[in-house]
């Protein structure tokens, strides 16, 4: 199967870096399409230049979040994500047999090891595993039993349906597809909620699939990029030349 890899950005200056490190990363794992959503009224000349020249399959979209909605304690890319998805659903509608297929939402600022898509790439309806540094502890991970999920490690608002990070599961196209009202919700979804009530709508706890070694091997970060100090750019007296970063 494909995994398709939908990742919502947004500019400011560690983006192209953080797209970098991603490409990076993406460009040496097979049949990997890459979806990166711009939180954008229109597409930005930068992540097209990006996209161009990135050496992998990528699909290059944009829809700016409403503005009511960018305030901290609200959930972000609800509106890239949902982009993402409406796109892979459009492009199969019209196939009489879907492309296999898996689909994993992949923040522009995680760290992903190669493993992690070997594990994905055998999901046959929704598989999860752990996610470091995250919920604040070292990793929150679900908890297996028999080869089945029965519970969830976490420090943070257990009483979650689906404990779990974004990039702690993976989706099969079938399961997209079959559920087509599926979707990222604003409405009544409080910031950590947007997992859970995304995956309620397509699975259930008992249905699962554990990844990486039943759940005891670490395989994605959710590492966070400190914010860059711009204190010292001049305000005049500019650099003669202006170079992209
Ligand atoms: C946590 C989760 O890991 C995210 O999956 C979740 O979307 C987010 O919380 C949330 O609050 O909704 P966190 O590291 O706090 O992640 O969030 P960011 O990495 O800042 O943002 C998640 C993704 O949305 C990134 O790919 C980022 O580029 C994108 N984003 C962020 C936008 O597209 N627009 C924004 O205004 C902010
Ligand atoms: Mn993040």
Known sequence: PTIYAITPTYSRP?????????????????????????DAAARSELVSRFVAGAGLPCTHLHVPTPRRYKRPGLPRATEQ??????????????????????????????????????????????SVWPVGLVGG????????????????????????????????????????????????KRRGSQPGMQESDFLKQITTVEELEPKANNCTKVLVW????????????????????NIEI
């Open 137 to 184: 502890r070292r990793y929150e991970r679900p908890v297996v039993e028999n080869g089945k999920v029965v519970g969830w490690y976490t420090g943070w608002r257990a009483d979650r349906p689906f404990a779990i990070d974004m990039a702690g599961f993976a989706v099969s196209l079938q399961v997209i597809l079959s559920h087509p009202k599926a979707v990222f």
């Open 222 to 241: 959710h590492t966070r990029t400190e914010k860059v100090n711009l204190a010292n750019e001049p305000k005049y007296h500019l650099d003669t030349v």
């Open 81 to 126: 994500r949902n982009a993402g998805l409406a796109w892979l659903r459009q492009r199969h509608q019209h196939l009489p047999l879907p492309q296999p297929g898996v689909l994993f939402f992949a923040d522009d600022d995680n760290t992903y090891s190669l493993e992690l898509f070997q594990e994905m790439r055998t999901t046959r309806k929704v």
């Open 14 to 38: 560690v983006q192209k870096a953080e797209l970098t490190r991603l490409a990076n990363t993406f460009r040496q794992v097979a049949r990997l399409h890459w979806i990166l959503v711009e």
